[in-house]
């Protein structure tokens, strides 16, 4: 079981930055993927970005590449999307979601926060 926290969404006007972080906690034995993904009113949800535990490749959708980075801390459990020359194509709801294995062994299964609301405009 993982629960995922977002945290950093809000109100941004264009070409301004946000942080988004999200925290993991609960029982499990390793977080093989951490990432994000978003959705806009009436738009299919899409990977924004994504990174293995090792944190030496990283994956990013096209809309976002130079602008966005992920990176994340294995101690603290916590994977961050710096977000920078913010568009109002970008506003969306953000979902942290991670690619889990529990303790005790057993297969990945994918975990999803609550999201987190990401606005840019004027």
């Known amino acids: 079981q993982v629960q995922l926290v977002e945290s950093g969404g809000g109100l941004v006007q264009p070409g301004g930055s946000l942080r988004l972080s999200c925290a993991a906690s609960?029982?499990?034995?390793?977080?093989?993927?951490m990432g994000w993904y978003r959705q806009a009113p009436g738009k299919q949800r899409e990977l924004v970005a994504d990174?293995?535990?090792?944190?030496?490749?990283?994956k990013y959708a096209d809309s976002v590449k130079g602008r966005f980075t992920i990176s994340r801390d294995n101690a603290k459990n916590m994977v961050t999307l710096q977000m920078n020359s913010l568009k109002p194509e970008d506003t969306a709801v953000y979902y942290c979601y991670v690619e889990a294995r529990m303790v005790g062994g057993g297969i990945l299964h994918a975990y999803w926060g609550q999201g987190t609301q990401v606005t840019v405009s004027s």
């Open positions: 990174i293995p535990s090792a944190r030496l490749s990283t």
């Open positions: 609960g029982t499990f034995f390793t977080l093989d993927v």
